[in-house]
């Protein structure tokens, strides 16, 4: 099966897949214009973009477009930039003294590559093994959708989401797995609509081959409903 094919390929890769760096490229001066100044700046730049291009934006379906642009890229696509908008991670004490591994599996990932602005779409598999505190699942996924929505490379993404959940759960003892297509391959260049890119970070625990295999086990597992 080729999802058997994927995993092996994860475990081959082992602790040897790192990027350059985990923390997303800014300028210091990132957060000095407001939202509103950064949409009307935007506005004017892919009003110039397009007209460059010869549209004609006097048409009643184009001349909206450079406004809606704008404001997706500040409100939505790129909102994950903005620390503000971090999402708050509550975590509990873990009375019930749960003490196996906890997986979220199939999390939507909606993201940009950071080289051609092109959609990244996949799902990504998240774990962690309580050594006394635990976070509520929806911060799980608020937190891959935080990471997700900024321009990214996918290596970085996956080390962003262990590294910050570690910290929220104090233990290194998390891992992500993101198996996603990148229309910058499928769309454009190669235009190979079929492959799609697997990306691996495994904290504490996860570095030990059992624990890693009953990790890649679970996303095997079918949770269809």
Same mark, same amino acid.
């Given at each position: 099966m080729k999802i058997d @094919?994927?995993?092996? $390929?994860?475990? !081959?890769?082992?602790?040897?897949?790192? !990027? %350059?760096?985990a923390t997303t490229p800014l300028r210091e001066? $990132?957060? @000095?214009?407001?939202?509103?100044? @950064?949409? !009307?700046?935007?506005?004017?730049?892919v009003k110039h973009i397009m007209e460059t291009l010869g549209l004609?934006? %006097?048409?009643?379906?184009l001349k909206g477009t450079?406004? =809606?642009?704008?404001?997706?890229?500040?409100?939505e696509?790129?909102?994950?930039?903005?620390?503000? =908008? @971090?999402?708050? !991670?509550s975590t509990f004490n873990n009375n019930y003294n749960y003490g196996e591994m906890l997986v979220e599996k199939n999390? %939507?990932?909606y993201s940009t590559c950071e080289h051609h602005l092109l959609p990244i779409v996949g799902r990504a598999h998240v774990a962690y093994i309580s050594n006394g505190t635990v976070v509520g699942l929806s911060k799980m996924n608020r937190i891959v959708d935080y990471y997700a929505k900024r321009p990214q490379v996918q290596e970085r993404m996956t080390m962003q989401i262990v590294q910050d959940l570690q910290v929220v759960l104090g233990t290194k003892d998390v891992a992500c797995v993101i198996d996603a297509k990148?229309?910058?391959v499928n769309s454009r260049g190669i235009r190979d609509i079929e492959s799609s890119t697997i990306t691996s970070e495994f904290g504490g625990k996860f570095k030990e081959d059992s624990v890693r295999r009953e990790f890649l086990d679970y996303i095997k597992l079918d949770t269809s409903f």
């Open positions: @094919k994927d995993l092996e $390929a994860i475990e !081959a890769l082992g602790d040897n897949h790192v !990027a %350059t760096s001066d $990132a957060f @000095k214009l407001s939202d509103s100044e @950064k949409i !009307a700046l935007i506005r004017e730049d004609d934006l %006097t048409d009643d379906s450079p406004q =809606r642009v704008a404001k997706m890229f500040v409100n696509i790129f909102s994950g930039l903005h620390p503000e =908008r @971090k999402p708050d !991670a999390i %939507t990932v990148h229309l910058c």
